[in-house]
Protein backbone atom coordinates (compact mmCIF):
# COMPACT_ATOMS: atom_id res chain seq x y z
CA UNK A 1 0.00 0.00 0.00
CA UNK A 2 1.51 3.42 -0.84
CA UNK A 3 0.80 6.58 0.16
CA UNK A 4 -2.08 8.28 -1.90
CA UNK A 5 -1.94 11.67 -0.66
CA UNK A 6 -4.81 10.55 2.26
CA UNK A 7 -4.84 12.45 5.45
CA UNK A 8 -1.47 11.60 7.80
CA UNK A 9 -1.96 9.78 11.05
CA UNK A 10 -0.51 11.29 13.86
CA UNK A 11 2.42 9.34 13.99
CA UNK A 12 3.26 9.58 10.07
CA UNK A 13 3.08 13.38 9.95
CA UNK A 14 5.48 13.71 13.41
CA UNK A 15 7.90 10.86 11.77
CA UNK A 16 8.21 13.00 8.88
CA UNK A 17 8.58 16.05 10.58
CA UNK A 18 11.46 15.12 12.57
CA UNK A 19 13.03 13.34 9.77
CA UNK A 20 13.14 16.64 8.24
CA UNK A 21 17.10 16.34 10.04
CA UNK A 22 18.24 12.97 9.21
CA UNK A 23 18.11 10.70 12.67
CA UNK A 24 18.42 7.72 14.61
CA UNK A 25 15.47 5.49 15.45
CA UNK A 26 16.08 5.85 18.79
CA UNK A 27 16.30 9.28 19.35
CA UNK A 28 13.43 10.30 17.24
CA UNK A 29 10.51 9.61 20.01
CA UNK A 30 12.55 12.12 21.97
CA UNK A 31 12.47 14.64 19.45
CA UNK A 32 8.57 14.32 19.10
CA UNK A 33 8.05 14.02 22.67
CA UNK A 34 10.31 17.66 22.89
CA UNK A 35 8.95 18.76 19.78
CA UNK A 36 5.02 18.19 20.83
CA UNK A 37 5.82 19.60 24.40
CA UNK A 38 5.26 16.26 25.77
CA UNK A 39 1.87 15.99 24.18
CA UNK A 40 2.86 13.20 22.31
CA UNK A 41 4.17 9.84 23.44
CA UNK A 42 5.13 7.35 20.56
CA UNK A 43 5.39 3.87 21.46
CA UNK A 44 8.42 1.90 20.08
CA UNK A 45 6.19 -0.52 18.19
CA UNK A 46 4.62 2.69 16.27
CA UNK A 47 7.88 4.40 16.09
CA UNK A 48 9.01 0.96 14.27
CA UNK A 49 5.87 0.27 12.20
CA UNK A 50 5.79 3.90 10.68
CA UNK A 51 9.44 3.11 9.89
CA UNK A 52 8.81 0.20 8.00
CA UNK A 53 6.09 1.50 6.07
CA UNK A 54 7.24 4.87 5.02
CA UNK A 55 10.80 3.54 3.81
CA UNK A 56 8.25 1.08 1.73
CA UNK A 57 6.16 3.72 0.60
CA UNK A 58 9.76 5.89 -0.43
CA UNK A 59 8.72 8.63 2.20
CA UNK A 60 12.30 7.86 3.54
CA UNK A 61 15.49 6.17 2.92
CA UNK A 62 18.25 4.64 5.61
CA UNK A 63 21.19 7.30 4.87
CA UNK A 64 23.75 4.90 6.92
CA UNK A 65 23.52 1.60 8.16
CA UNK A 66 26.56 0.93 10.13
CA UNK A 67 25.46 -2.15 11.32
CA UNK A 68 24.51 -0.98 14.74
CA UNK A 69 21.81 1.90 14.03
CA UNK A 70 20.69 3.13 11.14
CA UNK A 71 19.94 6.70 10.06
CA UNK A 72 17.23 7.77 8.27
CA UNK A 73 16.06 10.68 6.40
CA UNK A 74 13.25 12.31 4.42
CA UNK A 75 13.19 11.72 0.61
CA UNK A 76 12.22 14.47 -1.91
CA UNK A 77 8.61 12.34 -2.23
CA UNK A 78 8.48 12.20 1.69
CA UNK A 79 8.94 16.12 2.03
CA UNK A 80 6.30 16.60 -0.72
CA UNK A 81 3.82 14.76 0.93
CA UNK A 82 4.84 16.61 4.61
CA UNK A 83 4.64 19.70 2.95
CA UNK A 84 0.63 18.98 1.09
CA UNK A 85 -0.11 17.59 4.61
CA UNK A 86 1.02 21.10 6.23
CA UNK A 87 -0.70 22.87 3.78
CA UNK A 88 -3.66 21.09 4.44
CA UNK A 89 -3.78 21.21 8.40
CA UNK A 90 -2.76 24.66 7.82
CA UNK A 91 -6.07 25.12 5.79
CA UNK A 92 -7.75 23.05 8.34
CA UNK A 93 -6.95 25.51 10.75
CA UNK A 94 -7.96 28.98 8.63
CA UNK A 95 -11.30 26.99 7.70
CA UNK A 96 -12.34 26.57 11.23
CA UNK A 97 -11.14 29.97 12.37
CA UNK A 98 -14.91 30.06 13.68
CA UNK A 99 -13.99 27.73 16.12
CA UNK A 100 -12.00 30.32 17.78
CA UNK A 101 -14.53 33.03 17.66
CA UNK A 102 -17.67 31.40 18.44
CA UNK A 103 -16.28 29.26 21.54
CA UNK B 1 16.63 -20.85 35.45
CA UNK B 2 12.62 -22.40 36.81
CA UNK B 3 11.26 -25.68 36.03
CA UNK B 4 9.67 -25.36 32.49
CA UNK B 5 5.31 -26.42 31.86
CA UNK B 6 4.16 -27.17 28.89
CA UNK B 7 0.81 -26.05 27.98
CA UNK B 8 -1.05 -26.56 24.65
CA UNK B 9 -1.76 -23.08 23.05
CA UNK B 10 -5.33 -23.66 21.84
CA UNK B 11 -6.06 -20.21 20.98
CA UNK B 12 -5.26 -19.04 17.84
CA UNK B 13 -2.28 -17.18 18.41
CA UNK B 14 -4.05 -14.20 15.72
CA UNK B 15 -6.22 -13.44 18.49
CA UNK B 16 -3.88 -11.01 19.70
CA UNK B 17 -5.92 -9.35 22.76
CA UNK B 18 -7.07 -12.68 24.12
CA UNK B 19 -3.34 -14.61 24.59
CA UNK B 20 -2.34 -11.38 25.78
CA UNK B 21 -4.58 -11.56 28.69
CA UNK B 22 -4.50 -15.13 28.95
CA UNK B 23 -0.44 -14.89 29.48
CA UNK B 24 -0.74 -12.02 31.96
CA UNK B 25 -3.11 -14.06 34.09
CA UNK B 26 -0.24 -16.96 33.70
CA UNK B 27 1.80 -14.82 34.91
CA UNK B 28 -0.15 -13.51 38.19
CA UNK B 29 0.13 -17.39 38.84
CA UNK B 30 3.75 -17.58 38.63
CA UNK B 31 4.26 -19.28 35.21
CA UNK B 32 6.17 -16.87 32.91
CA UNK B 33 6.00 -17.02 28.77
CA UNK B 34 9.22 -18.70 27.63
CA UNK B 35 8.36 -19.85 24.05
CA UNK B 36 5.39 -20.63 21.62
CA UNK B 37 4.98 -23.05 18.85
CA UNK B 38 1.88 -23.77 17.06
CA UNK B 39 0.36 -26.93 19.03
CA UNK B 40 2.93 -25.73 22.65
CA UNK B 41 3.65 -23.12 24.38
CA UNK B 42 6.44 -22.97 27.43
CA UNK B 43 6.17 -21.40 30.67
CA UNK B 44 9.04 -20.68 33.32
CA UNK B 45 7.80 -21.70 36.81
CA UNK B 46 8.94 -18.58 38.68
CA UNK B 47 7.59 -16.06 41.04
CA UNK B 48 3.95 -14.55 40.79
CA UNK B 49 4.49 -11.00 39.32
CA UNK B 50 1.94 -8.56 37.55
CA UNK B 51 3.46 -8.56 33.85
CA UNK B 52 2.01 -7.11 30.71
CA UNK B 53 2.61 -8.63 27.37
CA UNK B 54 1.87 -7.61 23.59
CA UNK B 55 2.10 -9.74 20.61
CA UNK B 56 3.36 -8.10 17.69
CA UNK B 57 3.30 -8.77 14.18
CA UNK B 58 6.44 -7.53 12.61
CA UNK B 59 6.55 -8.63 9.18
CA UNK B 60 10.52 -7.36 8.70
CA UNK B 61 13.17 -9.39 11.19
CA UNK B 62 13.33 -6.51 13.94
CA UNK B 63 16.97 -5.10 14.01
CA UNK B 64 19.03 -4.77 17.26
CA UNK B 65 18.25 -1.03 17.42
CA UNK B 66 14.80 -1.73 17.65
CA UNK B 67 14.97 -4.14 20.54
CA UNK B 68 17.00 -1.65 22.15
CA UNK B 69 14.23 1.02 22.18
CA UNK B 70 11.41 -1.49 22.53
CA UNK B 71 13.98 -2.75 25.70
CA UNK B 72 14.29 1.12 26.68
CA UNK B 73 10.76 1.68 27.02
CA UNK B 74 10.67 -1.38 28.79
CA UNK B 75 9.45 -4.01 26.76
CA UNK B 76 11.68 -7.40 26.34
CA UNK B 77 11.34 -9.38 23.88
CA UNK B 78 10.29 -12.84 25.49
CA UNK B 79 9.52 -15.47 22.58
CA UNK B 80 9.49 -14.90 19.06
CA UNK B 81 7.51 -17.28 16.15
CA UNK B 82 7.44 -16.45 12.70
CA UNK B 83 6.04 -12.99 12.20
CA UNK B 84 4.53 -13.31 16.02
CA UNK B 85 7.06 -10.86 18.89
CA UNK B 86 5.50 -11.02 22.34
CA UNK B 87 7.29 -8.36 24.68
CA UNK B 88 6.60 -8.08 28.18
CA UNK B 89 6.92 -5.43 30.54
CA UNK B 90 6.50 -4.80 34.25
CA UNK B 91 2.99 -3.73 35.21
CA UNK B 92 4.54 -1.04 37.15
CA UNK B 93 7.25 0.15 35.09
CA UNK B 94 6.84 0.33 31.36
CA UNK B 95 7.27 3.92 30.19
CA UNK B 96 4.77 3.45 27.19
CA UNK B 97 2.49 1.47 25.65
CA UNK B 98 3.76 -0.52 22.42
CA UNK B 99 1.15 0.73 20.25
CA UNK B 100 0.35 4.52 20.23
CA UNK B 101 -2.00 4.51 16.93
CA UNK B 102 -4.27 2.04 16.49
CA UNK B 103 -4.46 2.89 13.16
CA UNK B 104 -0.77 2.60 12.33
CA UNK B 105 -1.34 -1.08 13.69
CA UNK B 106 -3.95 -1.34 11.90
CA UNK B 107 -1.89 -0.80 8.82
CA UNK B 108 0.81 -2.48 9.60
CA UNK B 109 -1.40 -5.39 9.45
CA UNK B 110 -1.95 -5.39 5.39
CA UNK B 111 0.62 -7.60 4.64
CA UNK B 112 -0.31 -10.34 7.04
CA UNK B 113 -3.79 -10.01 6.05
CA UNK B 114 -3.03 -10.21 2.57
CA UNK B 115 -1.33 -13.02 2.77
CA UNK B 116 -3.54 -15.02 4.82
CA UNK B 117 -5.85 -14.50 2.34
CA UNK B 118 -3.60 -15.81 -0.36
CA UNK B 119 -3.28 -18.96 2.27
CA UNK B 120 -6.87 -19.05 2.45
CA UNK B 121 -7.42 -19.12 -1.00
CA UNK B 122 -4.95 -21.37 -1.88
CA UNK B 123 -6.45 -24.03 0.91
CA UNK B 124 -9.59 -23.81 -0.06
CA UNK B 125 -8.65 -24.91 -3.93
CA UNK B 126 -6.99 -27.78 -2.61
CA UNK B 127 -10.00 -28.77 -0.57
CA UNK B 128 -12.47 -28.62 -3.50
CA UNK B 129 -9.86 -31.15 -5.32
CA UNK B 130 -9.48 -32.84 -2.58
CA UNK B 131 -13.06 -33.52 -1.55
CA UNK B 132 -13.41 -33.95 -5.58
CA UNK B 133 -11.32 -36.66 -5.48
CA UNK B 134 -12.46 -38.01 -2.38
CA UNK B 135 -15.93 -38.27 -3.83
CA UNK B 136 -15.29 -40.02 -7.18
CA UNK B 137 -13.06 -42.43 -5.16
CA UNK B 138 -16.33 -43.69 -3.30
CA UNK B 139 -18.89 -43.04 -5.60
CA UNK B 140 -17.49 -43.80 -8.73
CA UNK B 141 -16.35 -47.22 -7.30
CA UNK B 142 -17.93 -50.01 -8.87
CA UNK B 143 -17.19 -51.96 -5.82
CA UNK B 144 -17.98 -48.85 -2.94
CA UNK B 145 -18.48 -51.28 0.08
CA UNK B 146 -15.40 -53.89 -0.66
CA UNK B 147 -13.57 -50.40 -0.92
CA UNK B 148 -14.37 -49.46 2.72
CA UNK B 149 -13.27 -52.46 4.29
CA UNK B 150 -10.15 -52.65 2.08
CA UNK B 151 -6.94 -50.83 2.42
CA UNK B 152 -7.06 -47.33 3.37
CA UNK B 153 -10.60 -45.79 2.91
CA UNK B 154 -11.25 -45.33 6.95
CA UNK B 155 -7.56 -43.39 6.90
CA UNK B 156 -8.94 -40.94 3.51
CA UNK B 157 -12.12 -40.57 5.92
CA UNK B 158 -10.43 -39.50 8.82
CA UNK B 159 -7.78 -37.43 6.67
CA UNK B 160 -11.20 -35.52 5.27
CA UNK B 161 -11.58 -35.04 9.28
CA UNK B 162 -8.36 -33.83 9.43
CA UNK B 163 -8.45 -31.44 6.30
CA UNK B 164 -11.18 -29.95 7.34
CA UNK B 165 -9.63 -28.84 10.87
CA UNK B 166 -6.84 -27.44 8.98
CA UNK B 167 -9.61 -25.64 6.64
CA UNK B 168 -11.43 -24.08 9.87
CA UNK B 169 -7.70 -22.79 10.72
CA UNK B 170 -7.06 -21.11 8.11
CA UNK B 171 -10.21 -19.22 7.90
CA UNK B 172 -10.26 -18.52 11.86
CA UNK B 173 -6.50 -16.80 11.43
CA UNK B 174 -7.82 -14.79 8.76
CA UNK B 175 -11.60 -14.13 10.21
CA UNK B 176 -9.06 -12.92 13.27
CA UNK B 177 -6.65 -10.62 11.66
CA UNK B 178 -9.17 -9.12 9.32
CA UNK B 179 -11.49 -8.18 12.03
CA UNK B 180 -8.52 -7.63 13.86
CA UNK B 181 -7.37 -4.86 11.34
CA UNK B 182 -10.51 -3.32 10.57
CA UNK B 183 -11.14 -3.03 14.19
CA UNK B 184 -7.97 -1.01 14.50
CA UNK B 185 -8.20 1.25 11.84
CA UNK B 186 -11.65 2.34 13.02
CA UNK B 187 -9.22 3.77 15.73
CA UNK B 188 -10.42 1.08 18.43
CA UNK B 189 -7.06 -0.21 20.61
CA UNK B 190 -6.75 -3.90 21.31
CA UNK B 191 -8.81 -5.18 24.59
CA UNK B 192 -5.62 -6.00 26.47
CA UNK B 193 -7.70 -7.61 29.36
CA UNK B 194 -10.11 -9.85 26.88
CA UNK B 195 -11.60 -12.67 28.29
CA UNK B 196 -10.18 -15.40 26.88
CA UNK B 197 -11.90 -18.91 28.72
CA UNK B 198 -14.49 -19.61 26.49
CA UNK B 199 -12.35 -19.42 23.45
CA UNK B 200 -9.51 -21.67 25.00
CA UNK B 201 -12.33 -24.13 26.11
CA UNK B 202 -13.96 -24.11 22.72
CA UNK B 203 -10.35 -24.61 21.12
CA UNK B 204 -10.04 -27.40 23.47
CA UNK B 205 -12.64 -28.96 22.70
CA UNK B 206 -12.59 -28.92 18.96
CA UNK B 207 -8.36 -29.96 19.29
CA UNK B 208 -9.24 -32.45 21.68
CA UNK B 209 -11.44 -34.16 19.04
CA UNK B 210 -9.25 -33.53 16.12
CA UNK B 211 -5.61 -33.99 17.94
CA UNK B 212 -6.65 -37.62 18.32
CA UNK B 213 -8.10 -38.23 15.24
CA UNK B 214 -4.53 -37.13 13.50
CA UNK B 215 -2.82 -39.35 14.97
CA UNK B 216 -5.11 -42.27 14.71
CA UNK B 217 -4.94 -41.31 11.15
CA UNK B 218 -1.45 -41.37 11.26
CA UNK B 219 -0.98 -44.97 13.14
CA UNK B 220 -3.75 -46.52 11.03
CA UNK B 221 -0.97 -47.55 7.88
CA UNK B 222 1.44 -48.73 10.57
CA UNK B 223 -0.72 -50.97 12.57
CA UNK B 224 -2.09 -52.17 8.89
CA UNK B 225 1.55 -53.13 7.94
CA UNK B 226 2.68 -54.35 11.24
CA UNK B 227 -0.91 -56.80 11.25
CA UNK B 228 -0.51 -57.69 7.39
CA UNK B 229 1.30 -61.04 6.47
CA UNK B 230 2.14 -63.48 3.84
CA UNK B 231 2.17 -67.25 4.51
CA UNK B 232 2.27 -70.58 2.62
CA UNK B 233 -0.61 -72.48 3.11
CA UNK B 234 0.03 -74.81 5.68
CA UNK B 235 -0.99 -78.89 4.57
CA UNK B 236 -3.31 -80.82 6.36
CA UNK B 237 -5.70 -79.26 9.12
CA UNK B 238 -6.14 -75.33 9.66
CA UNK B 239 -8.45 -73.20 11.73
CA UNK B 240 -7.75 -71.01 8.64
CA UNK B 241 -11.55 -69.93 7.10
CA UNK B 242 -11.07 -71.55 4.30
CA UNK B 243 -12.60 -74.61 1.65
CA UNK B 244 -9.74 -77.13 1.32
CA UNK B 245 -9.36 -78.58 -1.49
CA UNK B 246 -8.54 -82.49 0.06
CA UNK B 247 -12.94 -81.65 1.13
CA UNK B 248 -13.81 -81.11 -2.40
CA UNK B 249 -12.12 -83.82 -4.44
CA UNK B 250 -12.02 -86.70 -1.73
CA UNK B 251 -9.48 -88.25 -3.77
CA UNK B 252 -6.07 -89.20 -2.12
CA UNK B 253 -4.11 -88.88 -4.73
CA UNK B 254 -4.60 -85.17 -4.37
CA UNK B 255 -0.61 -83.29 -4.43
CA UNK B 256 0.09 -79.82 -3.51
CA UNK B 257 1.15 -78.21 -6.80
CA UNK B 258 3.67 -76.14 -5.96
CA UNK B 259 4.42 -72.79 -7.79
CA UNK B 260 7.13 -70.36 -8.25
CA UNK B 261 8.43 -68.58 -4.35
CA UNK B 262 8.42 -65.32 -2.88
CA UNK B 263 9.94 -64.50 -0.22
CA UNK B 264 9.35 -67.54 1.03
CA UNK B 265 5.95 -67.59 0.25
CA UNK B 266 4.48 -70.30 -2.10
CA UNK B 267 2.88 -68.09 -4.29
CA UNK B 268 -0.13 -70.37 -5.69
CA UNK B 269 -0.85 -72.13 -1.87
CA UNK B 270 -0.49 -69.12 -0.35
CA UNK B 271 -2.35 -67.11 3.19
CA UNK B 272 -2.68 -63.26 2.75
CA UNK B 273 -3.68 -61.74 6.35
CA UNK B 274 -4.74 -58.14 6.61
CA UNK B 275 -6.52 -56.00 9.16
CA UNK B 276 -8.79 -52.56 8.57
CA UNK B 277 -10.85 -51.14 10.83
CA UNK B 278 -14.09 -51.69 8.98
CA UNK B 279 -13.02 -56.09 8.91
CA UNK B 280 -10.43 -56.56 11.12
CA UNK B 281 -10.06 -60.03 10.25
CA UNK B 282 -9.73 -60.46 6.26
CA UNK B 283 -8.30 -63.79 4.60
CA UNK B 284 -7.48 -64.49 1.08
CA UNK B 285 -6.31 -67.87 0.08
CA UNK B 286 -5.21 -69.47 -3.10
CA UNK B 287 -4.72 -73.66 -2.95
CA UNK B 288 -3.84 -75.44 -6.03
CA UNK B 289 -3.63 -79.42 -6.14
CA UNK B 290 -2.85 -82.07 -8.92
CA UNK B 291 -4.15 -85.32 -8.93
CA UNK B 292 -1.35 -87.55 -10.69
CA UNK B 293 -2.74 -89.97 -13.36
CA UNK B 294 -5.90 -87.80 -13.53
CA UNK B 295 -7.08 -85.93 -16.95
CA UNK B 296 -9.16 -83.13 -17.16
CA UNK B 297 -12.33 -83.78 -19.14
CA UNK B 298 -11.54 -82.35 -21.87
CA UNK B 299 -8.04 -84.22 -21.97
CA UNK B 300 -6.18 -80.89 -21.82
CA UNK B 301 -3.46 -82.01 -19.29
CA UNK B 302 -3.66 -82.90 -15.74
CA UNK B 303 -5.92 -82.73 -13.66
CA UNK B 304 -5.22 -79.74 -11.05
CA UNK B 305 -8.21 -78.27 -9.43
CA UNK B 306 -7.75 -75.07 -7.42
CA UNK B 307 -9.57 -72.82 -5.30
CA UNK B 308 -9.39 -69.03 -3.90
CA UNK B 309 -11.80 -68.35 -0.70
CA UNK B 310 -11.62 -65.13 0.95
CA UNK B 311 -13.05 -64.44 4.22
CA UNK B 312 -14.40 -60.86 5.99
CA UNK B 313 -14.90 -60.16 9.51
CA UNK B 314 -16.63 -56.84 9.98
CA UNK B 315 -16.90 -54.59 12.43
CA UNK B 316 -20.56 -53.85 11.47
CA UNK B 317 -22.92 -56.84 10.36
CA UNK B 318 -24.80 -54.43 8.74
CA UNK B 319 -22.28 -54.37 5.57
CA UNK B 320 -22.27 -58.13 5.09
CA UNK B 321 -24.82 -58.08 2.44
CA UNK B 322 -23.73 -55.25 0.87
CA UNK B 323 -20.22 -56.32 0.81
CA UNK B 324 -21.48 -59.62 -0.39
CA UNK B 325 -23.48 -58.04 -3.54
CA UNK B 326 -19.81 -55.99 -4.59
CA UNK B 327 -17.66 -59.64 -4.45
CA UNK B 328 -20.09 -60.62 -7.23
CA UNK B 329 -20.14 -57.42 -9.17
CA UNK B 330 -16.25 -58.13 -8.78
CA UNK B 331 -15.55 -61.54 -9.12
CA UNK B 332 -18.36 -63.09 -12.04
CA UNK B 333 -17.12 -61.21 -14.75
CA UNK B 334 -19.18 -63.08 -17.90
CA UNK B 335 -22.73 -60.89 -18.42
CA UNK B 336 -24.36 -64.70 -19.50
CA UNK B 337 -22.79 -66.06 -15.93
CA UNK B 338 -26.28 -66.73 -13.99
CA UNK B 339 -26.39 -65.91 -10.86
CA UNK B 340 -28.66 -68.16 -8.31
CA UNK B 341 -30.03 -67.26 -4.99
CA UNK B 342 -29.97 -70.35 -2.73
CA UNK B 343 -32.16 -70.45 -0.14
CA UNK B 344 -30.22 -71.19 3.19
CA UNK B 345 -31.02 -72.03 7.35
CA UNK B 346 -27.76 -71.81 7.91
CA UNK B 347 -26.88 -68.71 6.41
CA UNK B 348 -27.86 -64.70 6.07
CA UNK B 349 -27.50 -64.92 2.25
CA UNK B 350 -25.89 -67.45 -0.47
CA UNK B 351 -25.57 -66.72 -3.97
CA UNK B 352 -24.08 -69.24 -6.15
CA UNK B 353 -22.36 -68.76 -9.89
CA UNK B 354 -21.40 -71.09 -12.24
CA UNK B 355 -20.07 -70.82 -15.67
CA UNK B 356 -18.09 -73.49 -17.25
CA UNK B 357 -15.00 -72.94 -16.00
CA UNK B 358 -15.23 -72.00 -12.71
CA UNK B 359 -17.92 -72.22 -9.56
CA UNK B 360 -18.49 -69.76 -7.51
CA UNK B 361 -19.94 -68.90 -3.60
CA UNK B 362 -21.23 -66.30 -1.98
CA UNK B 363 -22.19 -65.93 1.60
CA UNK B 364 -22.89 -64.14 4.30
CA UNK B 365 -23.05 -64.95 7.96
CA UNK B 366 -24.10 -61.91 10.83
CA UNK B 367 -20.77 -60.25 10.79
CA UNK B 368 -19.02 -62.88 8.31
CA UNK B 369 -18.93 -62.82 4.94
CA UNK B 370 -17.32 -65.61 2.35
CA UNK B 371 -16.10 -66.48 -1.29
CA UNK B 372 -15.17 -69.47 -2.78
CA UNK B 373 -13.98 -69.59 -6.35
CA UNK B 374 -13.51 -73.12 -7.48
CA UNK B 375 -11.88 -74.31 -11.01
CA UNK B 376 -12.10 -77.51 -10.62
CA UNK B 377 -14.41 -81.20 -11.29
CA UNK B 378 -16.52 -80.82 -7.93
CA UNK B 379 -19.99 -79.96 -7.62
CA UNK B 380 -21.45 -76.93 -6.54
CA UNK B 381 -23.92 -78.62 -4.05
CA UNK B 382 -21.15 -80.27 -2.18
CA UNK B 383 -19.10 -77.36 -1.69
CA UNK B 384 -22.40 -75.36 0.04
CA UNK B 385 -22.58 -77.28 3.46
CA UNK B 386 -18.64 -76.69 3.86
CA UNK B 387 -19.09 -73.73 3.42
CA UNK B 388 -22.25 -73.30 6.33
CA UNK B 389 -20.29 -75.46 8.43
CA UNK B 390 -17.02 -73.65 7.97
CA UNK B 391 -19.28 -69.84 8.53
CA UNK B 392 -21.02 -71.67 11.83
CA UNK B 393 -17.64 -72.93 13.21
CA UNK B 394 -15.79 -69.49 12.51
CA UNK B 395 -18.47 -67.35 14.18
CA UNK B 396 -17.76 -69.46 17.23
Same mark, same amino acid.
Given at each position: ??????????????????????????????????????????????????????????????????????????????????????????????????????? | ?????????????????????????????????????????????????? +????????????????????????????????????????????????????????????????????????????????????????????????????????????????????????????????????????????????????????????????? /?????????????????????? /???? +?????????????????????????????????????????? /?????????????????????????????????????????????????????????????????????????????????????????????????????????????????????
Amino acid at each position: MSYTGSPMTEAMYYILLALMNPNHGYQLMSIIEQVSKGRIKMGPGTLYGVLTRLQKDELIVILNDDGRRKTYAVTEDGRTALKAEYMRLKDMIQDGILVEERL | MGKLVKRLMLDDIHAIGRNESWFSDMAKKGLHLKKFGRLFIHFEKGKPKE +TNYRIDIIMKKPSQEQLEVYRDCGWDIVANNGNFYIFSADKMSFSTELHTDPIEQGFSLSELNKRLKNNLIIISIAMLLFFGMMFSLFFFNEEPFLFMIMGSFVQQLLLVVVECYVFYSAIRNYVAIRSLKKSLLQGRTINHNENYRKARLTSGILAGIFL /PLALVTIFIPFVQITKSKDYTL /PEGN +TNLPIIKLADIEQNPKLMREKSYYSKNVDMANRVRYSWSLLA /PVQYEIDEHGIIDGELWGDKSGEYSPSITTRYYKLTFGSLAENITFDLISRYVFRDDTEIKEINSSELDKLYIAEDTISKQIFAAKDNQVFYVAYYGNGEIEDIIPLVEEKLNSCEE
